[in-house]
Nanobody, 123 residues
Framework: QVQLVESGGGLVQTGGSVRISCVAS????????MGWFRQAPGKEREFTAG???????YYADFVKGRFTVSRDNAKKTISLQMNSLKPEDTAVYYC?????????????????WGKGTLVTVSS
């Protein structure tokens, strides 16, 4: 069982930046593919960004050039640096973990989920 705990959310103004992080309890964290998903009010949860065990990264089109995902295997942590934030980025951001062959761009590919952290972007 892997536990994931997100942190770093909060209120930020349009155009501002925020960094959220996720700490994992996995003993073999370096072998997990990790992802960030978000759920805006009244909408379904959607893939946002992900990073594979080998460092390969993936981004949803709506965050390319603004968000950067990274991982620190020694600290068992992934982070999402979010810049140039827009009101439509307001959402609960969830950290997720999947196995080596997991498709990190889909919810079905992920096995473990955090409880989420809320990011609110004011206009």
């Amino acid at each position: 069982q892997v536990q994931l705990v997100e942190s770093g959310g909060g209120l930020v103004q349009t155009g501002g930046s925020v960094r959220i992080s996720c700490v994992a309890s996995a003993r073999t964290f370096s072998s997990y593919n990790m992802g960030w998903f978000r759920q805006a009010p009244g909408k379904e949860r959607e893939f946002t960004a992900g990073i594979r065990w080998n460092g390969g990264t993936y981004y949803a089109d709506f965050v390319k050039g603004r968000f950067t995902v990274s991982r620190d295997n020694a600290k068992k942590t992934i982070s999402l640096q979010m810049n140039s934030l827009k009101p439509e980025d307001t959402a609960v951001y969830y950290c997720a973990a999947g196995g080596l062959l997991a498709d990190i761009r889909t919810e079905e590919g992920m096995d473990y989920w955090g409880k989420g952290t809320l990011v609110t972007v004011s206009s």
